[in-house]
């Protein structure tokens, strides 16, 4: 697990901030969405100190994210316009 967005703007609650965005939706399941359909799923968990908004890059991805471990963390799955997640990384092309 490793593609992650970066935004100072997004502050504390990342999955609020992107929510702003055009083009962004909540999901109510987690699902691996191809980056070729123009958007990719984000899953936004809650580690109490920060959030983590995390690029589900391949199905893999989304099962390891999809664990309902005993952690207490929350998760919110969004799906976001590929343009936007492109611009809050730098590592795009590592896993893309």
């Known amino acids: 697990m ?3 967005l970066n935004d100072p703007a997004m502050g504390y609650d990342k999955a609020a901030h992107l929510l702003t965005l055009t083009g962004v939706e ?3 399941e987690p699902e691996y969405i191809n980056p070729e359909s123009g958007n990719v799923a ?3 968990v809650d580690n109490v100190m920060f959030t983590a908004a995390a ?3 391949s199905e893999a ?3 390891a994210f999809s664990i309902h471990d005993n952690s207490g963390r929350s998760r919110r799955w969004l799906r976001v316009p590929v343009d936007i997640a492109k ?5 795009w092309e590592t896993y893309f």
Do not use: Q
């Open 2 to 4: 490793g593609l992650y």
């Open 26 to 28: 909540e999901m109510s």
């Open 42 to 44: 984000v899953c936004v």
């Open 55 to 57: 690029v589900v890059f």
């Open 61 to 63: 991805e989304r099962d």
């Open 87 to 91: 611009s809050m990384t730098d590592c």
